[in-house]
């Protein structure tokens, strides 16, 4: 078995160039997808310490020497899965958003669709929530990322004057704030929820404010 585990380990190294694990080759990329696929569920079931390497490649079906291709320890294929985790939700987000007609009702689809992944992923909650004790950049960066991401939305829809023209990075990071409490409630906690209304409703937060109508 040691020897498997070896000869797998030496082969999976021809999908790195020297020196660099970034994989070179399509089987290559697909083995760390399996690596990192699996650490979510790893990392999300039992938490950081508790999770083990040999419970990442048990998950992925991969040889342990495998695991050693791409990673030199756990907090690293961790570090991985919060860039990757991140990459996963703008990917999944950024296309729905950009067809939007309007910068208003891009923040409502954006939303309906993080609370879509999330339900889908609910364990990038907790893998996001340890990543500030185990690598706080890598925690850091996830919001601030995000956050830019809505900041050049709004700045972009103010242009076109779609919104306000003093729009700006408070204006994102108060949006990306309730959403991250939406997609807590509504995502991870009531499965049930009806996510287009929730979506629907702060929404009309953002377009008409708190301020009365009468």
Do not use: C
Not at 4 to 26: L, Y
Not at 76 to 85: D, S
Not at 100 to 122: M, N, Q, T, W, Y
Request: glycine letters at 8%.
């Amino acid at each position: 078995m040691a020897a498997m585990d070896q000869a797998q380990g030496m082969a999976g190294r021809d999908e790195t160039a020297k020196g660099d694990k970034t994989p070179r080759t399509e089987r290559g990329r697909r083995t760390l997808r399996k690596l990192l696929d699996a650490a979510a569920v790893e990392f999300g079931e039992r938490g950081f310490h508790d999770a083990s390497i040999s419970g990442i490649t048990r998950r992925a079906g991969t040889a342990l020497g495998s695991f050693y291709t791409y990673f030199d320890s756990k907090e690293e294929i961790f570090q991985a899965l919060v860039r990757y985790m991140s990459e996963q939700l703008r990917d999944h987000v950024t296309p729905i958003v950009q067809a939007a007609p309007d910068e208003i009702e891009a923040e409502r689809i954006g939303l309906a669709s993080f609370l879509g992944f999330v339900r889908e992923h609910k364990e990038i909650y907790r893998i996001i929530d340890e990543a500030e004790f185990v690598d706080y950049a890598s925690y850091r960066r996830h919001y601030e990322t995000t956050v830019e991401r809505i900041r050049q939305r709004l700045e972009a829809g103010a242009v076109r004057g779609e919104i306000r023209s003093d729009v700006g990075e408070i204006h994102a990071w108060a949006i990306g704030g309730m959403n991250v409490f939406l997609g807590m409630r509504y995502g991870l906690w009531d499965a049930d929820a009806d996510i287009e209304a929730v979506a629907a409703i702060a929404n009309d937060l953002l377009a008409n404010g708190l301020k009365r109508r009468d």
